[in-house]
């Protein structure tokens, strides 16, 4: 049974830091990974996709890297603002009798202080 | 803003109402899906239509009861509910389950429920 697991649960950093986000997975048998992010109450948004022949992807500030061998991937947010304050979710796409599934970490609650 | 819209923002129904959640998207994609979210807790499947047929029902009750009339809109029907149903209803697009490989997943802002 695929399982993800993100670490921290909760973060709290001062405005202006680089800081990363760690999501892990049990089952490399993955066909993408997905970060989304969510504003309370909120949906998800779409942060990045990377499939799983990639090792990065990159948006803005934004840069996920994904090791599938090992089961991890990564999100980096550079030169942080409090608007990226928000819970953060990371998803591999997995095949679950023969059906494609998103299966979600906790999430990480980050907080940007000004 | 976000390309699948969802109706309405909250709901508040008693556990005997009949009430529905509706989700709407223009973007072509020919799979819906159908997540429950708790608080502080990630997202659940509950369903997934492709091709305006069901694909996957994540052995959900009966008093939650899916339609997607069309390719644009996908419905999900509520009666009797129960107070442990409160959650946040996600309804999610892509473009096909066989061409959603490596195509994300898009979000509506989902609908605040309350059962009292």
């Known amino acids: 049974k695929q399982e993800v697991t993100q670490i921290p649960a909760a973060l709290s950093v001062p405005e202006g830091e680089n800081l990363v986000l760690n999501c892990s997975f049990t089952?490399?048998?993955?066909?993408?990974l997905q970060w989304f992010r969510q504003d309370p109450g909120k949906g998800l948004t779409s942060l990045l996709l990377i499939q799983s022949s990639q090792r990065e992807q990159t948006s803005g500030r934004l840069n996920a890297s994904l090791d599938k061998s090992s089961g991890r991937s990564t999100l980096y947010i550079a030169a942080s603002q409090p608007g990226d304050s928000a819970t953060y979710l990371c998803a591999v796409k997995v095949i679950i009798q023969g059906a494609q599934k998103l299966v979600f970490g906790q999430g990480t609650r980050l907080t940007i202080n000004p | 803003d976000t390309e699948v819209t969802q109706t309405p923002k909250h709901l508040v129904m008693g556990m005997t109402n009949k009430k529905s959640l509706k989700c709407e998207q223009h973007?072509?994609?020919?799979?819906m899906y159908w997540y429950k979210q708790k608080a502080k807790k990630p997202p659940e499947l509950m369903f997934v239509?492709?091709?305006?047929?069901?694909?996957i029902n994540e052995s959900v009750p009966s008093r939650f009861s899916p339609e997607c009339p069309n390719s644009s809109l996908l419905n999900l029907h509520l009666h009797a509910l129960q107070p442990e149903d409160s959650a946040l209803y996600l309804c999610?697009?892509?473009?096909?389950?066989?061409?959603?490989?490596?195509?994300?997943?898009?979000f509506g802002n989902g609908t605040r429920l309350t059962v009292t």
């Open positions: 999610a697009s892509s473009p096909t389950l066989a061409n959603s490989y490596n195509s994300p997943l898009h």
């Open positions: 089952d490399s048998a993955i066909y993408n």
């Open positions: 973007m072509g994609h020919r799979a």
């Open positions: 239509y492709s091709y305006e047929k069901l694909s």
